[in-house]
């Protein structure tokens, strides 16, 4: 039996059993968010600051009475900032309401249609949070430059797209995803993109040290069925990746060879 205890993810000094992170957005309502979370086996959850309420509104259900705190690792995102000082404004608004939580989540759009990082702004953004005291996993593009530079400013996690968020294409660039994973000091983490379990096995088996998800989940027709299948996939991923693939050749090599067999 695999035992995650011995190869846990580790972000900003912390230690996870599950490589598998979640969002908590497009469930129907927040009984079937916290049965999707729960079969995923995630412990990192991603929350929408600026979409979701987590105190800032006192006359609405609060997200954190189905995620509490002490059970899960919140991790504030800012989805819908379109430029760094948004960006930056969502990020301290966070935690203030999370009582000082500095792990966070950064993402700032380029463009409305695609949902493409903003990567000038997103360098911004992250030079003036990390300044401030902030850690941070960064949203971005598969540039291995611009991963590069991310991790070398200080951010404690990398995330390049698979493809467009909520597009469910899968891994568009697996050169690209392999190179950042080969070079970075830091985790890399797959976000956005997937759209299913196969799609979340093939970034592990890529090297990725996880893979944050919602829409491949939440749109699912059976959302806590899909938990449990990234779940598994993401296990099964990153045991092939350790294991080592063998080599793809273009002929046949029989499984079992002819040479040394007895005829009669």
Do not use: W
């Not at 800012?78 to 960006?87: F, H, L, M, S, V």
């Not at 997937?194 to 040290?209: F, I, K, N, Q, R």
């Amino acid at each position: 039996m695999n035992d995650t205890h011995a190869d846990p993810l580790v972000v900003a000094d912390r230690t996870f059993t599950s490589r598998l992170l979640v969002g908590t957005g497009k469930y129907r309502d927040m009984e079937e968010t916290r049965a999707a979370i729960d079969a995923s086996g995630a412990e990192i959850v991603t929350i929408a600051v600026r979409r979701t309420n987590i105190g800032q509104n006192a006359d609405e259900p609060n997200i954190l009475d189905v995620l509490p705190p002490d059970q899960f690792t919140l991790l504030p995102n800012t989805a819908g900032c379109y430029d760094a000082k948004t960006a930056v404004r969502t990020c301290r608004l966070a935690r203030e309401l999370l009582d000082g939580h500095d792990l966070m989540k950064l993402e700032v759009l380029g463009d409305e249609k695609t949902l493409f990082p903003d990567v000038i702004a997103t360098l911004k953004a992250a030079e003036e949070l990390i300044s401030d005291g902030f850690k941070l996993m960064v949203y971005t593009n598969d540039d291995p430059i611009i991963a590069r530079e991310l991790e070398n400013m200080g951010c404690v996690a990398v995330m390049p797209l698979a493809a467009p968020i909520g597009s469910g294409l899968g891994v568009r660039n697996k050169l690209n995803i392999r190179t950042i994973v080969e070079n970075a000091k830091v985790p890399i983490l797959v976000d956005a993109g997937v759209g299913t379990a196969s799609d979340a096995a093939v970034a592990m088996e890529l090297g990725c040290d996880g893979v944050l998800m919602n829409t491949a989940i939440a749109a699912a027709k059976k959302p806590v069925l899909m938990a449990s299948a990234m779940r598994k996939a993401i296990e099964a991923g990153r045991e092939a990746y350790l294991a080592g693939r063998m080599p793809a050749k273009r002929f046949a090599s029989a499984s079992s060879p002819v040479d040394g067999l007895f005829f009669d």
